[in-house]
């Protein structure tokens, strides 16, 4: 099932019809065309006369004969593939160590040495062939990724994703004071120049960015002078292309960035003043925002990566997505490795829906998400933070198919193999087969991924 | 590798040395004799000469030919088995099933209903066993289980317990008030009774109590009345048994605590005035002890149990582990399922690991737990808890062979296949292996488990 082919995927789809609801679609026949579009949607397929079908094919100009065919099992489905918003390609390798550093030590100690070590060709490509693969295996269809300030390695990721069949974000660190002499751009001029080939080698190898967008990559503002800011802000309405950085994730992070910018009000207002802050910028953490930064990232329909397990991890703190829902934001999930441990949005999911737990410990209950709001977050809320809603995120004509196979272990399966650690019992609702696949599931559950049409995973059992 | 064998153990031994240090022993050979104890340990095995071997096997009276090998291949290494000290068996088949409950809510929406179910005893077998099979293929070796409050359902997992070979503890619930009908002890009576039954069942299926053994089980203070927790207070005095019950989990449960039993000063005073507040207690949960408490616990030198997962899932609050350590308590872990939502015990250290993050958040950064800490409580500390940490959770002469064998990915393996989703690139030191274990590892990392010298799990690759 490689590029290019017509397919046709039979079963149930699930995926988001709101924040609040999934739709469980049974007996669905989704056709799917040689770009991955989606060309048409058949329901209560089985029932269909031979009749129906035909007009369907005939419609659509194709032969029966072209169209690869792959049906999901009785209790297996096709969900949206996910949308990681927020992780460091570079930072792969040190997924799970962290010990008891939080943000700026932890730069120092664990991030920065990494980063400027794949600057050696074969350990980048050692490492990021491996996190695309790895997280494609976890359903990640879609990454907004920063690599390192490096211009071949970030470009090397790039091209590694064009050929692993991920759709990516690729951004080059811009960093250009607060950092280590052996890992800092020379000069803001210099920092922009790498920035600007590296969007060269994207457009060159990806024309129209069907499948990897170069991504305009402030590390964040306490690494860049004001200077580089207005020169990335400058080069985004330039080029209009998307933007991803940092926002408000630790508490001497933020007095850091007070200080660094006197000027500003807010660490918002950083962004805001250096023409970073617009529907197209990607802000990851948003952990203390005050509802007044909040209101401005609203009003410039700026988006935000909630990164739950990467705020845990290194005691960042409690982002309130709940609030952040409720004035409108629109907000996906990152893993954020190596701040987060795990390459799985599924785990970030299920960090979510605790975190939102220990805000509603802080007093407020209804802050808690559900098991729902939190598979929004991970599919169709991420597609709108990459700008690409119309197109991945749920399921629909004219859609493109980013979607993984589900299926679920029985507990009459023996332990010692399949489907990793989830036990259906033969009772469970949908509702409550979902809240387990958040709760006990991993990449064994995901059994194939498709990107754009194409094949991109098959586990094997 | 069945009942009754002597083994040979080779390889790498890692164990908790202390609270704050793991010990990793490189090149071992661990002599199990037949009872499942360990007889010899050989240091720097591969150096010694035949005739030092031979030494062993002359001093031990065994022959080279009666000993069943097994080596842990280089990277592999042999960890003691985990203890999970609170555990519902009865609520397994509702795991990662919670929506927005707290504790109150949650136990007559979910709980209560799925227990009284297990009054089936085909459906207490089907879920009883999986259980039992879950919980090791995750590398628990001892577990502290509730059953429910019917004595067939209670013995029947006994008889489980003992028939696949884990250590375990098992309990049968009583709860004679604030309870539904349908879910109820008649009378304290009867309740003692039936509690008296399963003793006696336990005791005929293993005297010993060698691998099972029955625990006094008042659910919490809540769903008993005084006159119960009197009679099992008594029943404790004449059996000398274990005792397990809940503690401090939630506010409202407090507050109800307080006004149930209004002539004790706190929950904790409750236990102790009843007669079960003692070195064999464990109490689980204990989110909310007040400091007064905690040195009450400290001088009964009973005994907790830290379920962050589940602490986490149903909004309970943050146990102040640092403290209570500091204090000299001795902890371990629970999965606390259904209210965790995962049977790893591997997945409660993660937790407790975040968890402290999340106590650290509200100001005191010394709160947090380290990895070796945590895994500290999955092994050691649990077996304080359980009151076995002269034979079980850690290595030693004399002491019994319950360990898993661990085996962590390969980055250079696929990831359709293989060990899990934890990449080894190579260039890790041990720390940092284990702290990849710990943030991604899972049961595909657990290739074998054993009890008293005995194989009772292994996975298929």
Not at 310 to 327: Q, W
Not at 354 to 379: I, P, Q, W, Y
């Amino acid at each position: 099932m490689g590029v290019g082919s017509r397919s046709l995927f039979v079963g149930t789809l699930v995926h988001s019809k709101s924040l609040e609801e999934l739709e469980y679609l049974e007996d669905i026949a989704v056709f799917v065309d040689e770009n991955g579009v989606i060309a048409a949607i058949q329901t209560k397929y089985s029932k269909a006369t031979t009749e129906e079908v035909d007009a369907i094919f005939q419609k659509l100009g194709w032969a029966r004969e072209d169209v690869v065919v792959k049906t999901a099992k009785n209790g297996e489905f096709f969900f949206p593939g996910f949308i990681d918003t927020h992780i460091h390609a570079s930072q792969y390798a040190n997924a799970g160590i962290f010990g008891k550093t939080t943000l700026m030590d932890w730069l120092n100690t664990y991030t920065f040495p990494m980063e400027a070590s794949l600057s050696d060709a074969f350990k980048a490509k050692t490492v990021y062939s491996r996190v695309i693969q790895r997280t494609i295996s976890h359903g990640t269809t879609t990454a907004a990724y920063y690599a390192t300030i490096s211009v071949p390695s970030t470009n090397l990721l790039a091209d590694l994703c064009l050929s692993f069949g991920q759709r990516a974000f690729i951004g080059r660190c811009c960093m250009d004071t607060m950092a280590p002499d052996f890992y800092k751009d020379e000069s803001p001029a210099s920092a922009i120049a790498d920035t600007r080939a590296t969007i060269a080698h994207i457009t060159n190898i990806d024309p129209k960015h069907a499948l990897v967008t170069p991504i305009i990559t402030p590390r964040f503002a306490v690494s860049c002078t004001s200077k580089l800011l207005h020169g990335l802000g400058a080069l985004q309405k330039e080029t209009d292309l998307p933007v991803q950085t940092h926002i408000s994730e630790n508490k001497n992070e933020i007095k850091l960035v007070k200080e660094l910018f006197p000027d500003h009000s807010s660490y918002t207002h950083v962004y805001d003043g250096h023409g970073l802050l617009g529907p197209k910028t990607i802000l990851a953490h948003a952990v203390h925002l005050s509802e007044e930064e909040v209101d401005l990232v609203k009003i410039r329909e700026a988006k935000i990566s909630h990164c739950p397990a990467s705020n845990s991890a290194i005691t960042s703190g409690t982002a309130k997505v709940r609030m952040m829902l409720d004035k409108g934001l629109q907000i996906g999930l990152g893993t954020d490795m190596s701040g987060g441990y795990s390459p799985s949005i599924l785990e970030a999911a299920k960090q979510a829906h605790l975190v939102s737990r220990h805000v509603a410990m802080e007093g407020d209950d209804n802050t808690k998400l559900s098991v729902e709001e939190v598979l929004f977050l991970a599919t169709k809320g991420g597609s709108q933070v990459v700008g690409l809603s119309d197109k991945i995120g749920s399921f629909g004509v004219g859609m493109e198919w980013d979607a993984q196979l589900i299926s679920l272990g029985s507990a009459a399966d023996p332990v010692e193999e399949g489907l990793g650690s989830v036990d259906v019992f033969g009772w469970e609702s949908w509702e409550e087969k979902m809240a387990k696949w958040l709760f006990g599931g991993d990449d064994r559950n995901t059994l194939a991924v498709w990107v754009k049409g194409r094949l991109v995973h098959e586990r094997k059992i």
